[in-house]
């Protein structure tokens, strides 16, 4: 608890002077409006950065690349069943069945196979991602119905409706099976010593598969969101996330070796990230720049981990 | 024990050019104008950039390590040649610059992932990231076209009917096979893959060999970036992005153990002709060119599945006989 609060103030200040400069960059920054709509570009990565954070805390190597691809083909799911003639709720709902089918792929083949998180995810990084191309052909799905917007764009009581319908109870309902219940113990406890939990009788393999699955889940309800906002089904909707995702992961205080770091560390990082990254598209900075700045947050926030770490990063 | 680790083809290795014959047969059937003398010639041309850059990132994978940055170095160092070019420099001295700033961005890599100790493949992503930035930064949203034919002479110059870029990546592997398996830092290369820890109470300066990995891969990718120009005459925006997926199934399909240790060069060249092939096969068989990526993406997965598998039978075999 320590930490998170020590994370948690270290981006909040980070957070307030982002704010502040962006606003002496563009005074219609501040505007509760502006703030509010910020937030909705900040409800895929959420989601996402959750699925991302339990894969990391659950360590061995835990990563998931294959994130934005997911998004990416769920979306294109989504898009096909629309066409397909299906009720556009039922195809929202195929969307996150995909999405969870693909997960439990990557689940499937680190925690039976027992291949390298890295490697299986970043093949199917590429083989997602080009499935999508190759379904769609390369041209986006359009003609969603009018009411499907709802969703990525549409208010209840004033706040964006992702949020308060989906991001919110997502968030709370993942907190409470982490840290509630005794499987998310498990993520954390096979995270900080693998043999330890198999000693304390915990299916190692059973958890993690669960993790990778998850991931694909939250990837398969981002897709929803990330469709109805732009009202198109892009085969590269997801591209990059697999970055933000873990940029956000690790600022949040996610330990890249596993086993520690909270979820709230993380929401206060997608805040962060989101914040950012709208002010900079105000500022008229290329989407590539956004990408760069990633980077070297993400090496910076790995770093700034290990240092306030130390005594776990030598393991 | 030490002899064990000498990096002799093995089974694994006769298996990758097993699948190459396989492979060639395959389309030889299939495909109508595979088998003629010019498109092998295509084939041995196009697979030169592939050929250099994969024994850079065998050794880095041997090591332990990975890069997902190699396309971005490419990219960096491609623009940098073309500049170069353009102001007319002497082409040794552009091919020595191409070299040096692949080198100097490999060390980056390799320092933050020795020094900062951060896993390879987060600062390789990052880097990736800031590379691509980085050479849009440089090309500045337009392409580099106009380079005069400096660099031509490499793929269309020809000894015995094959293009001088051949023969360079013959003389590469060479002088790398040499260094794999007869110097000490080919060894200490293998010691790090396999056991870090050891390695490093048997005196091996760990850190050292990870930056050295990560600098001769971005060298190596230099040295390819000159063959990209000679064999494009223009730089790209899009340049070297699918190129990491196609260099690290070639030298997984290769044989080398993704989590080091274990690999060799004659692997890694077998699959480095058999990624070349089939993405020539996909060509001329008119197979869209979108379904690229998914294959080699399929390709990685089973080829890694069939390696774990086959590693579980060899260790029960071993539990039965002792």
Known sequence: ?315 | MFKSYVPKPGRREYFTILLVGVEIIFFSLFADNFLTASNLTQIIQNSAELAIICIGMTLVIIAGGIDLSVGSILGVVAVIVGNAILLGLNPILIVFIAILSGLVLGFVNGAIVAWLRIPAIIVTLATMNIGKALVFMLLGGAWLTGLPPVFNGLTTYKILGLPVVFYIVLFMYAVFYYIFTYRPFGRHVYAVGTNPESAKLAGINHKMIQIATHSILGGLVGIAAVMYIARMGSVEMTVGHDLPLQVIAAVIIGGTAITGGRGSLVGTLAGVFFITIMKNGIVIMGIPSLWENSIIGTLILLSLTFDIVMQKRVEKKKLMTV
């Open chain 1, 1 to 315: 608890m320590q930490l998170l609060r020590s994370r948690s103030s270290l981006l909040a200040i980070l957070l307030v002077i982002i704010i502040v400069i962006m606003s002496m960059l563009n005074p219609s920054f501040l505007s509760i409006n502006n703030l509010l709509g910020v937030t909705q570009f900040g409800a895929v990565l959420a989601l996402i950065a959750i699925g991302q954070s339990l894969v990391i805390i659950s360590g061995n190597g835990g990563i998931d690349l294959s994130v934005g691809s997911m998004v990416s083909l769920s979306g294109v799911f989504i898009g096909l069943a629309m066409s397909a003639g299906l009720n556009i709720w039922i195809a929202a709902f195929i969307g996150i069945l995909g999405g969870l089918l693909l997960g439990m792929i990557n689940a499937f083949v680190i925690s039976i196979v027992n291949m390298p998180p890295f490697i299986a995810t970043l093949g199917a990084m590429y083989l997602y991602g080009s499935l999508a191309l190759v379904l769609t052909g390369g041209n986006p799905i359009s003609g969603f119905p009018q009411e499907f917007s709802f969703i990525g764009q549409g208010l209840v009581a004033g706040i964006p409706s992702q949020i308060i319908l989906i991001v919110i109870p997502v968030f709370l309902l993942i907190c409470f099976l982490v840290y509630k219940t005794t499987f998310g113990r498990s993520i954390y406890l096979i995270g900080s010593n693998q043999t330890a939990a198999r000693y304390a009788n915990i299916n190692v393999k059973k958890t993690r598969f669960i993790v990778f699955s998850l991931s694909g889940l939250m990837a398969g309800i981002a897709s929803i969101i990330m469709t109805s906002w732009l009202m198109t089904a892009r085969a590269d909707a997801g591209f990059g996330m697999e970055l933000e995702a873990i940029t956000v992961a690790v600022l949040g205080g996610i330990h890249i070796f596993g086993g520690l770091g909270h979820l709230g560390g993380v929401m206060m990082a997608v805040l962060t990230i989101t914040i950012l990254s709208s002010g900079l598209q105000m500022a008229n900075v290329n989407s590539i720049w956004q990408l760069a700045i990633l980077g070297f947050v993400l090496i910076g926030a790995v770093f700034l981990n290990q240092f306030l770490n130390k005594d776990n990063s030598k393991k």
